[in-house]
């Protein structure tokens, strides 16, 4: 990122998402059906046919006060409560009912022989939410007029979550009879026990391949000493805290027992998919605040998540129907009281695995970029030209057309300031950069730009680093920006090998210059429209890889056209927390497309303490959050390629008025957020006038001289008024307390 000594922020909004009435994003489900309506409805399971469903309902509105099984009928013309029909005894408390191979009965386990009364249901500890393991839980088989034929187990403690092999030759569930939750199997008649995991944890919630093969299960599995106390203390009272929970499987004897899932939080209720080499589930693992669980899948090998759902805060139990087209699963969406849980329908639809970004390809690119070999990519350099035959490389596997039909490369050249306090041009340094540029030719009417810049400082021979005494160091900008930039390859990866004509052409842009004053895509910039007359939006990635633990993303630009607020809000990452910025402008490449009145879009994970020093390496780069953010931009880009038009609109900071020139430079890279109570300082360039003047990162600056400044925009009005030479006193909070420096401009 260009350090600039001011960011021009619009409005930053900081969204609350709620429920989402659009369902676009989820582009695997089609033709959502709800099924029940009101109470808490769950686990629906399909009959061997697919024609019914078994579920457990909680509905006191019709005399269920604690789950009770149910069988719904697939083949009815419309559904309501009365679709509903009771199949077990109505008595104690049931769980995980399961069709068993003949159609004709099902398996679930229930506590009615022990009591007829509902068991009460577990307080919270500690604020905990909690799971009981009710002890009285058996398991039976019962006809579907709720008669029940054979009962299964008879051992004291837990026994439950039984489900049937697809080849109807073995049961698999949960016991605690051995003194811990494992999984165990039987025949299909009961014979033939066997105890097939052994960790301490909780295993359960288990379900079998579609080949009978293998088991996919949750399991808790507690590796401290104070989780292990935990669990055991919470087990003794036939309880388990269901917060921290993998996705695990392994062969139906227990064998080749594998972690699939290493997310943090609750993983649970997994399902394989159709071709038993991905596993559905839900998840919390996104989520900043605990409760928003949504459908993932992920490959048998842990690799390729993806998001199936987006709308309300809670989707589970997902199961495929027999022929795999059709998707059961719960949600509290569309409900019409709080904590309401339904069932829904859906049409499944496969994705197309060439459009989920891949963290691999990702980490492959950032590891080279920014590699020591590149020696910190600095615009001129030898490691500027390695790195722009890497992405000359890369755009050509990808069979990607050059930029104009000719090169891949566009050449530059321009004057660079080495001496920040030189006021005679002669002695700025001639240079020449080489942006690297790609065509990804749809025949559509219009094209978007993707792009990122490509350098960083090099051996901070142009003095932009924010360490003291850092010229001679590697600055490897992992983060700024081989991130950016592999994001931009993903995107060109994704997007050319889909199979898929979009309605838009793309144009990959990687850009040199940026950090001496985005000089690469000032050039682009100028012939763009000459070339290119139908583009439509720019998007810019710089500095995506350093997520936040609160999963901070800024999102910029949106008010340069009328509908990237509503695209970018609805395509957001679960859990995320994404701040929106109204302003075109910016110390990055996408200014210079606003600046020809093109619509911007800028996405950026904020500043850090790395930024611009020799410590943004390669290792800190969170790639959980780069992946998101590029699944996030392919959504948002093709959202946008849907518009039948795009106008572009000046942002507020704009409009009737010019913006103010500045003919100095304080040598900070200021935050961008409003806080009101004056600029805040993320950064200070070294033997810049706030270097010198001893100005330190974290300080607030609310005074130049007689002007005060409130935020960005007063910094830059006061930047306007002052010329080359000017020596005026700065006011800075440090701790709380102000201090004046005196600063020669």
Not at 5 to 17: H, P
Not at 31 to 56: C, M, R, V
Not at 330 to 350: C, G, L, Y
Request: proline fraction near 4%; charged fraction near 25%.
């Amino acid at each position: 990122m260009f350090q600039s000594n001011f960011k021009q922020s619009g409005l930053l909004i900081l969204l609350i998402f709620a429920s989402i009435t659009s369902f676009g994003q989820e582009k695997h489900l089609k033709n959502i059906k709800q099924l029940t309506f009101g109470g808490d409805n769950a686990e629906a399971y399909f009959s061997p046919k697919g024609d019914k469903l078994t579920l457990q309902v909680t509905n006191k509105a019709f005399g269920v006060s604690c789950d009770q099984i149910f069988m719904l009928d697939l083949q009815a013309q419309e559904f309501n409560e009365k679709s509903l029909q009771l199949v077990s005894t109505g008595k104690g408390r049931t769980t995980c009912s399961y069709y068993m191979p003949d159609g004709q009965h099902i398996l679930y386990a229930s506590t009615h022989a022990a009591d007829h009364a509902c068991p009460a249901p577990p307080k919270p500890i500690d604020g905990k939410y909690l799971w009981a393991i009710y002890p009285e839980f058996d398991i039976y088989i019962a006809d579907l007029k709720g008669n029940i034929t054979k009962q299964l187990t008879n051992t004291p403690g837990y026994d439950a979550e039984a489900v049937v092999s697809p080849d109807g030759k073995k049961i698999a569930f949960t016991s605690i009879r051995s003194g811990d939750l494992e999984l165990y199997t039987m025949d299909i008649d009961g014979s033939n026990l066997k105890q097939i995991t052994f960790g301490l944890g909780y295993d359960g919630g288990c379900f079998f391949s579609h080949d009978s093969k293998k088991l996919v299960f949750r399991s808790s599995r507690p590796k401290t000493a104070e989780a292990i106390k935990e669990y055991k203390d919470l087990l003794a009272q036939n309880l388990v805290a269901p917060s921290e929970m993998e996705i695990h499987t392994c062969n139906i004897d227990g064998s080749e027992l594998k972690q699939i899932t290493h997310l943090g939080k609750a993983n649970w209720a997994p399902y394989f998919h159709p071709s038993d080499k991905k596993i559905i589930f839900s998840s919390n693992h996104h989520s900043t605040r605990g409760y928003d669980f949504q459908l993932f899948m992920i490959d048998i090998d842990g690799e390729n998540l993806q998001q199936i759902t987006w709308n309300s805060e809670f989707n589970a139990f997902p199961m495929f129907s027999p022929d795999g087209k059709k998707l059961v699963f719960s949600s509290n969406r569309m409900q019409s009281k709080p904590r309401e849980t339904n069932v829904f329908i859906a049409d499944w639809v496969e994705g197309n695995a060439a459009e989920i970004a891949q963290p691999k390809s990702l980490k492959k690119h950032i590891s080279y970029l920014s590699s020591d070999e590149l020696q910190g990519r600095l615009t001129g350099s030898v490691g500027e030209k390695k790195a722009a035959e890497y992405i000359v490389k890369e755009f050509k596997a990808l069979g990607l057309k050059p930029y104009a039909n000719k090169s891949y490369l566009q050449t530059f050249n321009y004057k660079v300031k080495v001496n920040p306090h030189s006021t005679n041009a002669a002695d700025d340094k001639s240079n020449s950069g080489t942006n690297v540029i790609a065509y990804l030719d749809n025949k559509a009417s219009k094209t978007i730009v993707i792009g990122a810049h490509y350098d960083h400082l090099g051996l901070n021979e142009h003095n932009h680093s924010t360490k003291p005494n850092a010229t001679g160091e590697i600055h490897n900008g992992a983060d700024d920006n081989a991130s950016g930039v592999a994001g931009v390859l993903e995107l060109a990866r994704m997007f050319s090998q889909n199979k898929t004509k979009e309605n838009v052409n793309y144009i990959f842009a990687l850009f040199s210059g940026e950090e001496d004053g985005l000089i690469g895509s000032k050039h682009m910039a100028e012939t763009l429209k000459t070339l290119y007359p139908n583009v439509v939006t720019m998007i810019n990635m710089d500095m995506i890889g350093r997520l936040d633990k609160d999963k901070s993303l800024v999102v910029g630009g949106i008010g340069t056209a009328p509908d990237f607020s509503n695209i970018v809000t609805k395509n957001k990452p679960a859990g995320f927390n994404v701040t929106l910025d109204n302003t075109g402008q910016g110390p990055s490449d996408h200014t210079s497309f606003y600046l020809k009145d093109i619509p911007v879009l800028y996405f950026f994970t904020g500043t850090h303490d790395d930024y611009h020093k020799p410590s943004d390496d390669e290792d800190k780069i969170n790639y959980y959050g780069v992946k998101n953010i590029v699944d996030y931009v392919f959504r948002v880009s093709n959202e946008i390629a849907t518009l039948d038009k795009i106008e572009f609109t000046k942002t507020a900071m704009n409009a009737g008025k010019t913006a103010p020139k500045y003919k100095v430079t304080l040598g900070i890279m200021p935050d961008y957020t409003d806080h009101g109570d004056g600029l805040h300082i993320d950064g200070v360039t070294e033997n810049r006038p706030a270097h010198a003047a001893g100005i330190l990162e974290g300080d607030i600056l609310i005074k130049i001289g007689d002007c005060e400044i409130k935020e960005v925009y007063g910094y830059m009005d006061c930047l306007a008024k002052l010329t080359a030479g000017d020596e005026k006193d700065v006011t800075i909070l440090r701790n709380g307390k102000p201090i004046t420096v005196k600063v020669k401009f």
